[in-house]
């Protein structure tokens, strides 16, 4: 017996402009929550403390304790990637 497939409709486009993630505002916006959001609740490292790799494990880990949206997260993501020591 073949069944019939049901087309779902596409879901709607986001209405939000993209969003440079390198632009000195977006990386700006990201130190704010990182000093903000961060900062609630254990004192804060300075970016260039860890490599990238290990900015990487940590921020899989405490941007949801954070309860950062995923705009957030990308925006402290970006700031602490790009300040990141070698």
């Keep these: 017996m073949i069944t019939e497939r049901k087309q779902f409709p596409e879901p709607p486009k986001s209405t939000r402009p993209a969003i440079n993630a390198n632009t000195p505002e977006y990386i700006a916006a990201g130190k704010t929550l990182y000093e903000g959001k961060c900062n609630r609740c254990h004192d804060l490292k300075a970016p260039d ?27 402290v993501t970006t700031y602490v990637m790009a300040n990141a020591g070698k």
Excluded: C, F, H
């Excluded at 790799?53 to 899989?60: A, M, N, P």
């Excluded at 405490?62 to 990308?74: G, S, V, Y």
């Design 49 to 75: 403390v860890y490599t990238k790799e290990r900015w990487s494990s940590i921020l899989k880990i405490m941007t949801p304790r954070a309860r950062l949206d995923d705009e957030q997260a990308q925006q």
